[in-house]
């Protein structure tokens, strides 16, 4: 059976040895690649590469060009295409030189952020000064929980002051992307900015994690879902819900797995984790209403 592997984060990978192989020197048949992330071509734009092995009809070339026929535009988008071949050109090129630089700038930055109260690394003991295989440097991970403040409250903080957009925040953490080419002058200011924000806004205590109640990966399916999406529904009070059949799917980002679908009965657990999640300053992905005050519920017949 051949093994494709969904590398969208990784498209600079095999480019330096402080990073990961990538998944086709490991053996894959077939990987993808979001070459804008990172690698620098225009958004949108990405890559799929098929593997030359020992056995080439374990993915054969013919039936995969004919699915990309079929799927694609008839007007292709020659600036998507040539800022994926301008990527290419400059990872094979400089790709080794700027992943160096990046990473200097990036030991430089994690130095700083080691001597700010409040915060740690997460990977602070595992990872040494260009990383250890199998993690991409190029990612910082930051717990902020020691601050008092969730990630969602640094992140805002940060955007609204210095006009840094974090990659992701959560409640107890924050994620720093790094991309190439980054300078250590640019990186320490960033350092800088985290720790100014860290000074004005922390307040004592200790933020705890939000973590799911597993009653969320078992919720009663009551009606299909298909039957629950399409069906005539009504919007109720939260907390008005409890024991209703929900028609809306509703996930946090991150970590993007849906906590609720449709057609599942809504239980009390759940609810108040996604209360939780919405009071923290998460997103709620599919929700009809951010704030998750209301909810939309299959009408019930009398």
Same mark, same amino acid.
């Given at each position: ?100 630089? #990046?990473?200097? =700038? @990036?030991?430089?930055?994690? $130095?700083? *952020? ?5 915060? /740690?690394?997460? !990977? %602070? ?80 205590? #200790?933020?705890? =994690? @939000?973590?799911?109640?597993? $009653?969320? *990966? ?5 009606? /299909?879902?298909? !039957? %629950? ?74």
């Amino acid at each position: 059976m051949p093994l494709v592997v969904d590398q969208a984060w990784g498209p600079h990978f095999g480019f330096h040895e402080a990073l990961p192989p990538t998944a086709l020197s490991q053996g894959a048949d077939a990987m993808v690649t979001s070459t804008h992330k990172i690698a620098g071509s225009l958004t949108q734009s990405a890559m799929l590469h098929v593997g030359n092995r020992a056995d080439p009809g374990r993915i054969e070339l013919g039936p995969v060009a004919r699915a990309i026929r079929l799927l694609r535009s008839t007007s292709p988008s020659s600036l998507l295409l040539a800022s994926l071949d301008s990527a290419r050109r400059q990872l094979v090129l400089h790709g080794e030189q700027l992943l160096h630089e #990046t990473l200097e =700038a @990036i030991d430089v930055a994690r $130095t700083k *952020l080691l001597t700010i109260d409040g915060i /740690a690394l997460v !990977d %602070a003991s595992v990872v040494g000064r260009f990383g250890v295989a199998g993690y991409d440097p190029l990612r910082i991970v930051v717990d902020v929980r020691g601050t008092g403040r969730t990630g969602y409250e640094i992140a805002d903080a940060l955007r609204r002051s210095y006009d840094v957009h974090l990659e992701m925040p959560t409640q107890a953490t924050i994620v720093l992307v790094v991309g190439l080419g980054e300078s250590v002058a640019a990186l320490k200011r960033l350092a800088g900015d985290i720790e100014e924000t860290v000074k004005r806004v922390a307040r004592p205590g #200790t933020t705890a =994690a @939000i973590v799911g109640p597993l $009653t969320t *990966l078992h919720n009663d399916m009551a009606v /299909a879902p298909r !039957d %629950a999406f399409l069906g005539e529904a009504e919007v109720l009070a939260v907390d008005a819900a409890v024991g209703r059949i929900s028609c809306e799917a509703i996930a946090s980002y991150p970590p993007g797995i849906p906590a609720l679908l449709p057609g599942e009965r809504l239980s009390p657990e759940t609810l108040a984790y996604l209360r939780q999640l919405a009071a923290g300053g998460a997103r709620l992905h599919g929700a009809s209403d951010p704030q998750f005050r209301t909810i939309t519920v299959l009408r019930e017949r009398s």
